[in-house]
């Protein structure tokens, strides 16, 4: 292992927030404006800034960790786990409130594409300006001038002042800009998802060449396929503090599984079951949902292997000619696809007592999105057909992935199903692009 | 520490360290002098977008000092029969109004710049006193170009010496080597002398009072917006404490040193003195005295500044 470019020691950052007063009616509303300066003066003579609540809130604490040269650092957690906060602190935009953070290296920050972008100048003005502010030396600008316009593809407006562009051409610009920053360690906030398709493509593209060129990068983003695609290692963060370090794969799992507001159970006692069908009888006692090592775990990424565990008992007596059936429905009750024993194994079960069944499904290619099982255990002995059916057994959940490899996944709208095609493509579009 | 498997970096000079603020955040002078090209672009965007979409454009930096002198002539030279220290009023009043003008429209950008840029400083790490300073630069073009008409000026009153009549001034004022001696009449009767290689440690002066003050109110005005409110008032007043429309001749002899401690009112004076050789007063104590007032605020600003500086992108 290299040395450090990036240690965080027990980093935090503490803000005041008001307590918003409950204005109940005009004149009291009157009455707070009419005394407002004076209430705000007198907390000024003790020193405490007006308005300022006596409300303490961290929006980070404790955050350690360390990135090593060279690599490629992500950061991950939902909206307000303090992931903004931490990128703030460490380019030097707001000062924490304790802890100490190093960095070697020439430091380049992204956090937002165009800033500092005026709209009565002109594209060219703007490339020095926008370039100039994310520490660029001019002379550097100058040297990539041509590349940073050719790369945006507004070369023939590139004299125009940049409030005749459309957003879009504005974007491309300032992201040209950006990719052609050339710093030791870069510090990056969701910048990926700008523009349009064509060109996320590209930017992606630009972004695995940085990220191949031994730079430090940290990168804050809410995209999990370029996370789990660029990054070495990815901190996970959780109402401000380090939930987890670890392989992206680990991490983007952690997240998805805090993210959901009801924590999907991986395990599922079936005996007292609501969705049991009327006449079953109670045979079903367990479904479990495992990953590929076996270890509970009800969200699987997109291509990801999933197994289902059925436990059944139907007591002393052998009964014959069985099946068990595993239907996966989505939220519409839509159902994908059929997992059968007595189809997919050309076998009957014979059952006695307590038993396990496991279907192994490699290469889950779900669309990502929340799937219910449906378990049916049949037999063709007895009067009927049922033994025992519960819809709605266990949810499970299929997450993004960068299942194609291209750095992006599908939108829901695609389908429930993402498949592995093969494209040929006529030469010429290598020539031409 | 070194290893040999990162071999395509060398080990880097540069360290950041990112702590807690201290109660004396160090100035950090060098980080500025790194980042000179974004001062100067700074400084430059501000004057390309100042007159854009405007039909008078530049004259504006003309225009406004001419019609105020006309007005303070009317006003104080005619009716208020103000003394102006033997030089005609217009003419003094414009030789102070460019000192002050270059401070007050100095102060009244840089006080706004942090807020105007939240953007930028929510999203982007720089010294952010680039923007004060290159707020108040920025009004330097707007000076030269009123310091010009100042010429138009002098060729005026030269041609209005008493002994010259009104024919000769119209064949003089078509006469290129008559303005030149013109020049000369003036540097005769009002004394340029040698004092006006003075101006540019006097221009120094008035960039950093205005840098000064705008270091506190700039930053005060980011938890205050009460400064915004404040600022028009606040010059108003100061307008009549600044030796601008009288000369400090005029003041009682115990307040005169006194005035000193308003930063601009060396300047301002100094200015009178270096370009019409006003010398009633020597500005050298009074410049002494407001030049280190200046210094003080400018010390004591910049301090507060980069003190407050860590708070900006919160509250800003």
């Given at each position: 292992m290299g040395e450090n470019a990036i240690e965080v020691h027990g980093l935090g950052k503490k803000f005041y927030i008001g307590q918003a007063e409950k204005e109940t009616d005009v004149l009291k509303t009157v009455m707070n404006v009419v005394t407002g300066p004076f209430r705000r003066m007198a907390s000024l003579m003790r020193n405490q800034l007006p308005e300022a609540a006596d409300v303490e809130f961290w929006a980070m604490r404790d955050v350690s960790f360390e990135v090593k040269r060279g690599e490629v650092f992500g950061v991950i957690g939902r909206n307000g786990a303090g992931k903004s906060t931490l990128l703030k602190t460490l380019t030097g935009i707001s000062a924490p409130s304790e802890g100490v953070a190093r960095i070697y290296g020439r430091i380049?920050?992204?956090?937002?594409?165009?800033?500092?972008?005026?709209?009565?100048l002109t594209g060219r003005e703007n490339?020095?300006?926008?370039?100039?502010?994310?520490?660029?030396?001019?002379?550097?600008?100058?040297?990539?001038?041509?590349?940073?316009?050719?790369?945006?593809?507004?070369?023939?407006?590139?004299?125009?002042?940049?409030?005749?562009?459309?957003?879009?051409?504005?974007?491309?610009?300032?992201?040209?800009?950006?990719?052609h920053l050339d710093p030791e360690v870069l510090l990056v906030d969701e910048v990926l998802s700008v523009?349009?398709?064509?060109?996320?493509?590209?930017?992606?593209?630009?972004?695995?060449?940085?990220?191949?060129?031994?730079?430090?990068?940290?990168?804050?983003?809410?995209?999990?396929?370029?996370?789990?695609?660029?990054?070495?290692?990815?901190?996970?963060?959780?109402?401000?503090?380090?939930?987890?370090?670890?392989?992206?794969?680990?991490?983007?799992?952690?997240?998805?599984?805090?993210?959901?507001?009801?924590?999907?159970?991986?395990?599922v006692d079936l005996r007292q079951h609501e969705g049991r069908i009327d006449g079953s009888t109670p045979t079903l006692t367990r479904i479990r949902i495992l990953n590929a090592a076996g270890e509970e775990e009800s969200a699987l990424p997109v291509g990801g292997t999933v197994k289902f565990e059925v436990t059944l008992d139907v007591g002393e007596e052998v009964i014959r000619n069985a099946w068990l059936v595993i239907a996966v429905t989505d939220t519409d009750d839509v159902r994908v696809t059929t997992l059968r024993t007595l189809n997919q194994t050309a076998q009957t079960l014979t059952l006695q007592g307590e038993q396990k069944y496991v279907c192994t499904w490699p290469d889950c290619n779900l669309a990502p999105g929340e799937y219910f099982l449906e378990i049916r255990l049949m037999t063709s002995m007895k009067n009927g057909k049922l033994l025992d059916a519960i819809s709605r057994a266990i949810a499970f959940e299929v997450f993004p992935s960068d299942y194609f490899g291209a750095g992006r996944g599908m939108r829901k709208g695609n389908g429930l199903i993402w498949v592995k095609a093969q494209w040929e493509f006529d030469p010429t579009t290598l020539a031409i692009s | 520490m070194t290893d040999s498997s990162i071999p395509q970096r060398p080990t880097t000079q540069y360290v950041k360290v990112i702590e807690p603020p201290k109660t004396f955040q160090p100035l950090n002078l060098g980080e500025l002098w790194q980042q000179r090209e974004l001062l100067f672009l700074f400084t430059l965007r501000d004057v390309k977008i100042r007159y854009k979409q405007t039909v008078l454009g530049l004259l504006w930096a003309v225009i406004q000092p001419f019609v105020t002198m006309i007005v303070f002539s009317f006003v104080f030279g005619r009716i208020a029969r103000m003394p102006s220290d033997g030089i005609p009023y217009?003419?003094?009043?414009?030789?102070?109004?460019?000192?002050?003008?270059?401070?007050?429209?100095?102060?009244?950008?840089?006080?706004?710049?942090?807020?105007?840029?939240?953007?930028?400083?929510?999203?982007?790490?720089?010294?952010?006193?680039?923007?004060?300073?290159?707020?108040?630069?920025?009004g330097m073009v707007d000076f030269l170009i009123s310091f010009a008409m100042l010429g138009v000026l002098y060729v005026y009153y030269a041609v209005n010496t008493p002994n010259v009549t009104a024919g000769l001034k119209a064949y003089a004022l078509t006469n290129p080597a008559f303005v030149e001696s013109a020049f000369k009449t003036v540097t005769a009767n009002y004394e340029i002398t040698a004092n006006i290689i003075w101006l540019p440690v006097l221009l120094l002066l008035a960039f950093l009072s205005a840098l000064a003050v705008s270091l506190w109110l700039s930053a005060l005005n980011v938890a205050f917006r009460d400064v915004g409110y404040a600022l028009n008032f606040f010059l108003r007043m100061l307008l009549y404490l600044t030796p601008v429309i009288y000369p400090v001749s005029a003041l009682p002899e115990g307040l005169r040193l006194l005035s000193g401690l308003n930063p601009i009112t060396g300047v301002v004076e100094g200015f009178r003195w270096a370009m019409l050789g006003v010398?009633?007063?020597?500005?050298?104590?009074?410049?002494?005295?407001?030049?280190?007032?200046?210094?003080?605020?400018?010390?004591?600003?910049?301090?507060y500044f980069r003190k407050a500086e860590a708070t900006f992108a919160d509250l800003v």
């Open positions: 380049g920050s992204l956090l937002e594409v165009g800033t500092g972008f005026h709209p009565e490339v020095f300006m926008n370039g100039t502010l994310l520490g660029m030396k001019t002379a550097e600008i100058r040297k990539h001038f041509d590349e940073i316009v050719a790369f945006s593809g507004v070369e023939q407006f590139i004299d125009t002042p940049v409030k005749r562009f459309s957003s879009g051409m504005q974007v491309r610009l300032a992201f040209s800009v950006a990719a523009g349009d398709a064509e060109f996320r493509r590209r930017s992606m593209g630009k972004m695995q060449e940085v990220t191949g060129q031994g730079r430090t990068v940290l990168l804050v983003s809410h995209n999990m396929p370029s996370i789990q695609n660029l990054c070495n290692r990815v901190m996970l963060m959780d109402a401000g503090r380090v939930a987890l370090i670890d392989e992206p794969a680990k991490a983007i799992n952690e997240y998805l599984k805090r993210t959901h507001s009801a924590p999907t159970d991986a395990s | 217009p003419l003094f009043s414009y030789v102070g109004l460019l000192p002050w003008n270059f401070f007050s429209n100095g102060l009244n950008k840089a006080s706004t710049v942090l807020v105007m840029n939240s953007q930028m400083i929510r999203k982007i790490y720089f010294p952010r006193l680039i923007l004060p300073i290159s707020a108040i630069l920025s010398d009633t007063t020597p500005p050298g104590p009074l410049l002494l005295i407001s030049t280190t007032a200046t210094l003080v605020l400018l010390v004591s600003g910049a301090f």
